[in-house]
């Protein structure tokens, strides 16, 4: 049995922010990084939800870690507010996610994403970093009351963050359309999600804003779908390795991709190729499409000036051999290895961390 259900209101365009008033809330809470709290956009979103007394919690740094959530969780109970906003990317989201599960309340909490990436505003996760490893929390109780895809916050996106984030959505849409809990609904946002973020990424990395809004979309649609398909692979090992390196998740998926789809490919061949013809990568057989698809994706991500290996990203095969055992260990241990449309294994693991360790 299959079940889909999308309990949070979805606003998006520009000025979307607009949305916040709905609530009529008196007490805003809101949560978000030192970025936005210092160029004005955090107090700029607070005044657009009309409370009357207002606290930022402007604390949160990439990859939150559960000391963090733990410290927010404390000002959010002491505050009691009757709205949480959560400003900013996954790190930002998530860490709200996690505050307000923790505070055990009874707000809404109103996620309004800042990357195109992650897509925890509509999704049931927060993934906290506690002694170097990432703890994927999985709850329905996570999902954000409404998400507010406002392209007026996508003006500042720096290029490398374009890129890092646009391969988290690739690999939401690919891995949750080949995960073992797949379903119509969940195929069908992933296949647009994956097509039209492959079409605009180039675009959007060369400047474009104006299809940066279709991005956005795809960004909230693969997160749709892997909430309810499931993930793989591919973000068990990106979430073991950035937990003890901490290099960004987008950027760490871009890299792991394509050796996933290798691994998976006896498994999952059809469906490989059906996103290739989606994404127009195109091939007759069903096995030229999943090469197609590989080395599209390794184009995109050189366009995109991504690295193409774990040494690029700083992680050398030195250190990634020493520490071998935990990772591969963590790896197993990511709820997300339940949904990969192989079983996830020691030995497929250390192959995929092979073929992407590159050289020192
Ligand atoms: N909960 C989920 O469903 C889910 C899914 C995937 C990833 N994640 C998590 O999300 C995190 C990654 O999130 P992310 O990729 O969105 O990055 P992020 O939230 O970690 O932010 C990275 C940096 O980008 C900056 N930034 C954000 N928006 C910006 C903007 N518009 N302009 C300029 N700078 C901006 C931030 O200030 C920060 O310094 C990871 O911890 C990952 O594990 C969660
Ligand atoms: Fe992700």
């Not at 949160?60 to 000002?75: F, I, N, Q």
């Not at 509509?122 to 329905?140: C, M, N």
């Not at 999600?193 to 990424?201: D, G, I, K, M």
Request: hydrophobic share 45%; glycine share 8%; with cysteine.
């Amino acid at each position: 049995m299959k079940t889909f259900s999308c309990e949070t209101r979805i606003v998006s365009g520009p000025g979307a922010v607009a949305a916040l008033k709905e609530f009529g809330a008196k007490r805003v809470f809101l949560v978000t990084d030192p970025f936005f709290a210092k160029n004005g956009t955090a107090q700029h979103v607070a005044e657009a939800a009309g409370g009357e007394t207002v606290e930022i919690f402007d604390g949160v740094k990439p990859d939150p870690s559960v000391s963090l959530a733990a410290e927010g969780t404390a000002k959010l109970k002491a505050f009691a507010p009757d709205l949480l906003v959560a400003l900013g990317g996954g790190s930002a989201m998530d860490c709200a996610k996690a505050m307000a599960y923790f505070s055990q309340g009874t707000f809404p909490l109103a996620a309004i994403p800042t990357t195109s990436g992650s897509g925890s505003e509509v999704t049931d996760f927060a993934i906290l970093t506690h002694d170097g490893v990432k703890h994927p929390l999985v709850d329905r109780r996570l999902r954000p009351s409404m998400a507010i895809l406002d392209s007026d916050l996508l003006e500042s996106l720096p290029k490398s963050l374009i890129a890092d984030a646009g391969f988290d959505v690739l690999s939401h849409a690919l891995e949750s359309y080949v995960a073992v809990n797949a379903g119509a609904f969940s195929d069908l946002l992933a296949r647009e999600a994956f097509a039209s973020a492959y079409a605009a990424l180039p675009a959007s990395f060369a400047g474009q804003k104006a299809v940066r809004l279709k991005i956005h979309l795809a960004s909230t649609m693969a997160g749709l779908s892997f909430t309810h398909a499931g993930l793989g692979l591919c973000h068990a090992i990106s979430h073991s390795l950035g937990g003890l390196f901490h290099v960004p998740h987008g950027r760490l998926n871009a890299i792991l991709l394509p050796s996933v789809i290798s691994c998976n490919a006896h498994a999952a061949q059809r469906k490989y190729a059906e996103l290739a013809r989606a994404a127009g990568l195109g091939g007759s057989a069903d096995q030229v499409a999943v090469r197609n698809l590989k080395n599209g994706l390794m184009r995109l991500r050189k366009e995109l000036e991504l690295p193409q290996t774990l040494a690029e990203a700083g992680i050398s095969p030195r250190e990634l051999w020493s520490k071998m055992p935990g990772i591969v260990a963590a790896a197993l241990d990511d709820p997300c290895c339940k949904t990969n449309p192989m079983p996830a294994e020691d030995f497929l693991i250390r192959r995929i961390l092979e073929e992407a360790a590159g050289r020192g």
